[in-house]
């Protein structure tokens, strides 16, 4: 029999809306009794990379101490296997690829020495929307305790997050008025009204007053595409609003900092009424947040990363030659020839031969990791996710839909 699940959107707007009615919503309850963020930003131990956007909220949403998710697969092959009879968390994104069979001639499947089927990346037309369950660091074996590796991270850092936070606000070079007797972001001055900092409980709660008005100001004049303008008591203002404090959420949790929500009440229910009426405004406000969280934090100066002087400046290559050797999408693609009509003979890592012209999307796709080793972001999606093919799913393990 057929079951017809709602959309992943409309499950977490109702568990959110459900926390907040309970108080215990990642907005109401973000910081510990000393002061500490309740969380850290949800991260893929396997590749260190963070979960982004409606991934990361809806992984915060599950109150988990330990930020660490990973897929089924990922773990298992990670060795740090799932542990029985426990429940996955679903995550959805849109990939603009996806993971198939190696199919020989005779259209079957081409296997590996241990018997399961090769797989190689094909580029899709169109972005397809999947869905995929990540389990917990608490719900994995064989895992180092959350607690040591936090303070492995933190003695890195060598900045207090009080400190990381100051950095960010003068880099950013916005205008303060530390006289007011109220924190607001002023949008006809273009500046933020903050009160002394000695009148503050304690520095993280100034900073994270600070840095809240701050997200509010990266989203006027010309700073972000969109500039967020709705007038105060309307409901295009509360969805902006959802959209600044989740982006205050994510910055704070990068940061350690915390989080601390202002006219709670009258903000959860406006939220509280959008979602019940439009359940996918959630992603989407996520969606922007992080777009808005990015902007704060790229303020942030980064450590280690200076380029010397006399080190050489690669130029930009226009177009790929016989010989090159791209990794691109946990894949090595090789240029063996290139042919007549301006075409090249490429080979996969898993050994498939095809042919490929200027004119495909592929092609850019790979000039630009070519040019762009360390940056090269336009798998950040699948990487995320880590796509498997669905016959390798172990069923024993349960996954909550």
């Known amino acids: 029999m057929e079951t017809n699940y709602p959309p992943l959107s409309e499950k977490v707007a109702q568990k959110l809306i459900a926390d907040f009615k309970a108080g215990n919503s990642i907005f109401q309850k973000p910081v510990k009794d000393d002061g500490k963020a309740a969380f850290a930003l949800p991260y893929n131990p396997a590749t260190d990379k963070n979960y982004r956007g409606h991934v990361a909220l809806i992984l915060l949403m599950q109150g988990r101490e330990d930020p660490r998710w990973m897929s089924f697969d990922k773990a298992s092959y990670n060795k740090t296997p799932v542990k029985k009879e426990e429940k996955g968390t679903w995550i959805n994104f849109f990939a603009n690829s996806e993971i198939r069979p190696v199919l020989n001639d005779k259209g079957e499947k081409e296997l590996k020495e241990n018997g399961k089927p090769k797989t190689h990346v094909v580029e899709l037309d169109e972005p397809v929307l999947k869905q995929y369950a990540l389990f917990n660091g608490g719900q994995l074996k064989n895992m180092p305790d959350w607690e040591q590796v936090l303070d492995e991270k933190y003695a890195l850092q060598p900045f207090s997050p009080t400190e990381r936070a ?35 409980e304690s520095p993280a709660k100034y900073y994270n007053a600070v840095l809240h008005e701050l997200t509010r100001w990266a989203t006027q004049d010309d700073r972000l595409n969109e500039p967020m303008k709705a007038e105060p008591g309307t409901e295009s203002f509360f969805r902006d609003e959802l959209r600044t404090n989740i982006a205050s959420l994510l910055i704070g949790s990068e940061l350690n900092l915390g989080y601390e929500m202002s006219n709670e009440e009258e903000l959860i229910s406006n939220w509280s009424e959008i979602l019940k009426k439009d359940p996918a405004e959630l992603f989407q406000a996520a969606s922007d947040a992080q777009i808005i969280a990015d902007y704060v934090l790229s303020f942030e100066p980064k450590l280690g990363l200076k380029q010397e002087l006399t080190q050489p400046i690669a130029i930009a290559r226009e177009k790929l030659l016989k010989g090159d050797v791209i990794p691109y999408n946990e894949m090595t693609y090789t240029v063996l020839s290139e042919l007549k009509n301006k075409k090249l003979q490429m080979q996969e890592s898993t050994g498939r031969k095809f042919t490929m012209g200027a004119d495909a999307g592929l092609y850019n796709k790979l000039l630009d990791a070519l040019n762009n080793p360390l940056e090269n972001s336009a798998k950040k999606e699948a990487e995320m996710a880590e796509p498997v093919l669905a016959e390798e799913e172990n069923n024993a393990y349960v996954n909550e839909r």
């Open 166 to 200: 100051q950095n960010i606000i003068a880099a950013s070079k916005v205008s303060l008025s530390e006289n007011s007797n109220a924190v607001f972001y002023d949008r006809e001055t273009d500046k933020i009204e903050v009160p002394d900092k000695d009148l503050f």
